[in-house]
């Protein structure tokens, strides 16, 4: 009867998710779905949106000018080229890999139909990371992972072709989250100034990607005053402390951002002087 007992607690401890042969598996089944579910279009030529095929001749024209975007695009258009019209942060997403993978003889197209795939990867886990952290649970940090890699909204976004800045920007936004919660769980001043700064820098670079990226800071914002009001009501003053820490950073990225807005707007009607007239 023991020796039952014990046989059954080795295979129990082989099984559970501690066994990091056992964690790598389920990671490598997840990944596979989540790949299998995003290449629906891979078997087709070109991008899934018109706006992929500008963006690709920005990419070559990046290229061609030592892998620096300038604007406008002058390999599309005639007898006027058309500015990008998207933050140029986000043509990074491709002309950084493609640096290092062309030696490998992969082309930008490539990268490019490939990168929303990776995005969804990054997406996955970090889904993962966040509700470990959140529930110190391997299972409901799995259940995750499965839940995005399966999720028509993320597959919409992330699959092959597909090219938009808001295909990335979910990467910001569960990284500030992920730097949010640890601001909470810090347990020192010094880690939460760190940890501070690490969720602006997280939700600020958004904006270098997407036109839409206050959408990371909004997420921020209303997660650290939804946290700040239930910290009120249960009267935890250390929680409400490093709430309103963490709101004062958010607060900063939109004022800078703000200022940004209102330098680039001067600069266009001073760099154009006829814009407003066409």
């Not at 003053?237 to 990225?253: E, W």
Request: net charge neutral.
């Amino acid at each position: 009867m023991s020796e039952s007992k014990q046989q059954q607690g080795g295979l129990g401890s082989m099984l559970s998710l501690d066994n990091k042969y056992v964690l790598a598996l389920c990671f490598v089944v997840l990944l596979i779905i989540l790949y299998y579910l995003r290449i629906g279009l891979m078997g087709n030529e070109g991008l899934f949106e018109p706006d992929g095929f500008f963006y690709y001749t920005a990419i070559k024209q990046a290229i061609a000018n030592n892998f620096f975007f300038q604007n406008p695009v002058q390999l599309s258009g005639y007898p006027w080229h058309n500015n990008l019209g998207e933050e140029s942060g986000l043509l990074y997403f491709v002309i950084v890999p493609y640096f290092f993978l062309r030696f490998f003889g992969i082309s930008a197209y490539t990268v490019m139909t490939y990168s929303a795939i990776g995005a969804g990867a990054v997406i996955a886990a970090l889904s993962y990371l966040l509700a470990k952290r959140i529930s110190n649970s391997r299972v409901l940090g799995l259940l995750a992972f499965f839940f995005v890699a399966t999720s028509s909204g993320n597959i919409a976004r992330t699959a092959g072709t597909v090219f938009r800045g808001d295909t990335f920007v979910s990467i910001f936004v569960l990284a500030g989250l992920l730097a949010l919660l640890e601001i909470y769980k810090a347990k020192t001043d010094r880690q939460k100034y760190i940890f501070t700064a690490l969720a602006v820098l997280a939700v600020s670079s958004s904006y270098l990607f997407w036109t839409g990226g206050s959408l990371a800071n909004a997420v921020y914002l209303f997660a650290a005053t939804m946290i700040l009001a239930y910290a009120f009501v249960i009267g935890d003053v250390k929680v409400v402390r490093d709430s309103v820490l963490a709101i004062f950073g958010g607060v900063l990225v939109v004022g800078r951002e703000g200022h940004s807005l209102r330098h680039a707007e001067e600069q266009g009607l001073h760099g154009n002087p006829g814009a407003e007239d066409r």
